[in-house]
T-cell receptor
Framework: KQEVTQIPAALSVPEGENLVLNCSFT??????LQWFRQDPGKGLTSLLL?????REQTSGRLNASLDKSSGRSTLYIAASQPGDSATYLC????????FGAGTRLTVKP | GAVVSQHPSRVICKSGTSVKIECRSL??????MFWYRQFPKQSLMLMAT?????????EQGVEKDKFLINHASLTLSTLTVTSAHPEDSSFYIC????????????FGPGTRLTVT
């Protein structure tokens, strides 16, 4: 059974810092990996989708990498802003999607 | 991109009553939909996979008689929480698989259920 782990569980940084969120998964036979953002009490916002054949995807200040063989992905956020404060979820797709527990990010002004 | 809606967005019900939550794919046909549950400060946990025209497949530990899923059309799946209890209070999110886009999953906005 696929297990997805995210480290750290919570992170607090001052505005402007670059930061890295980590995601690991136990079964490397995935179709893709997706990073989501979730604001309190809200649904999911898709940030980046990396297909299994890709190694990274970039969107604005966000960069996600995938090392499928080692079962790892990272989400890099450059020049963090208070508006980036949210929970970031990593999910891997096989037949269905399995989620990590998330990283709660707080960016302090 | 593909859009998935859920209704209602919030519902409060009394213990012992049943509540129905709808999940619709607005601009595509979804033969497969998924139902997730999220408790406060926890991640999404897959409850069941819903296939149009057939019985849903439930994850281990999810009571199929309590969480009734009906996927009667290619654009609509419903989740009925029967005889709701306070411990069923949670955030329920559905997603639908879009076959024209590599079977990528699109998520609804979620339904907040509170059982008093």
């Amino acid at each position: 059974k696929q297990e997805v782990t995210q480290i750290p569980a919570a992170l607090s940084v001052p505005e402007g810092e670059n930061l890295v969120l980590n995601c690991s998964f136990t079964d490397s036979a995935i179709y893709n990996l997706q990073w989501f953002r979730q604001d309190p009490g809200k649904g999911l916002t898709s940030l980046l989708l990396i297909q299994s054949s890709q190694r990274e995807q970039t969107s604005g200040r966000l960069n996600a990498s995938l090392d499928k063989s080692s079962g790892r992905s990272t989400l890099y956020i450059a020049a963090s802003q208070p508006g980036d404060s949210a929970t970031y979820l990593c999910a891997v797709k096989q037949y269905d999607m399995r989620f990590g527990a998330g990283t709660r990010l707080t960016v302090k002004p | 991109g593909a859009v998935v809606s859920q209704h209602p967005s919030r519902v409060i019900c009394k213990s012992g009553t049943s509540v129905k939550i709808e999940c619709r794919s607005l601009d595509f046909q979804a033969t497969t939909m998924f139902w997730y549950r999220q408790f406060p400060k926890q991640s999404l946990m897959l409850m069941a996979t819903s296939n149009e025209g057939s019985k849903a497949t439930y994850e281990q530990g999810v009571e199929k008689d309590k969480f009734l899923i009906n996927h009667a059309s290619l654009t609509l799946s419903t989740l009925t929480v029967t005889s709701a209890h306070p411990e069923d209070s949670s955030f329920y999110i559905c997603s639908a698989r879009e076959p024209r886009q590599g079977y990528e999953q699109y998520f609804g906005p979620g339904t907040r259920l509170t059982v008093t």
